[in-house]
């Protein structure tokens, strides 16, 4: 089957910059999303990427797409204790509406 | 709007007993899912219902789990007999039904806790 990749953790200070990175294999990839998983509540989508984009940028967030190393990033401009959460990458193949997700990174901000 | 609701939010079980996890997904929303978090690694798919019909069980692990969603609109995940690797987060997620291949944008439940001991 795909897999989506993450790295587990990430610690930043606030007001710093937090860039969380993904890879998937599934080259037929048709949709690339970011969702946030706060203590207790459910999966929250922040923004998805068409694959034939290579960014989007939506107020402090800003997604970058290499769809030839198959890799997607997340940065957080200006992090806050609040952003402190899990962050999902996850994708959609052209075939069916199945999302496959990776493990999660856990962002950890000081303040 | 209501989002989507599960129940229970945590379920503490002993290993052979049985579990039925409900998730109402919000109205309106023909896409309904199921997904499971094991042990803090991926989120991985289970099941995906299209109205009341099973469009993919491909991630569903073994025959102890047991999906429905009669007429269409909540659906329940029975596990039976529970064992100790099924403990986890089971996630509900529904999205509206659209022609194309557009971006399937999914709405996630809370997620119930199950632990099996």
């Known amino acids: 089957g795909e897999d989506v990749e993450q790295s587990l953790f990430l610690s930043v200070r606030e007001g710093d910059s937090s860039v969380i990175n993904c890879t998937y294999t599934?080259?037929?990839?048709?949709?690339l999303y970011w969702y946030k998983q706060e203590p207790g509540a459910g999966l929250q989508l922040l923004t998805y990427?068409?694959?034939?984009?290579d960014m989007k940028q939506d107020q402090r967030l800003t997604v970058l797409l290499n769809k030839k190393d198959k890799h997607l990033s997340l940065r957080i401009a200006d992090t806050q204790t609040g952003d402190s959460a899990i962050y999902f990458c996850?994708?959609?193949?052209?075939?069916?509406?199945?999302?496959?997700f990776g493990g999660g990174t856990r962002l950890m901000v000081k303040p | 709007e209501a989002g989507v609701t599960q129940f229970p939010s945590h379920s503490v079980i002993e290993k052979g007993q049985t579990v039925t996890l409900r998730c109402d997904p919000i109205s309106g929303h023909d896409n309904l899912y199921w997904y499971r978090r094991v042990m803090g690694k991926e989120i991985k798919f289970l099941l995906h219902?299209?109205?009341?019909?099973?469009?993919?069980e491909s991630g569903m692990p073994n025959n102890r789990f047991l999906a429905e969603r009669t007429g269409g609109t909540y659906s329940t995940l029975k596990v039976q007999p529970a064992e100790l690797e099924d403990s986890g987060v089971y996630f509900c997620?529904?999205?509206?039904?659209?022609?194309?291949?557009?971006?399937?944008?999914?709405?996630f439940g809370a997620g119930s806790r199950l632990t099996v001991l």
């Open positions: 599934d080259s037929s990839s048709t949709y």
């Open positions: 996850a994708e959609k193949g052209d075939a069916g509406n199945m999302l496959t």
């Open positions: 219902f299209v109205k009341e019909s099973k469009q993919d």
């Open positions: 990427i068409f694959s034939n984009m």
């Open positions: 997620a529904s999205s509206p039904l659209r022609l194309g291949s557009g971006a399937n944008v999914l709405t």
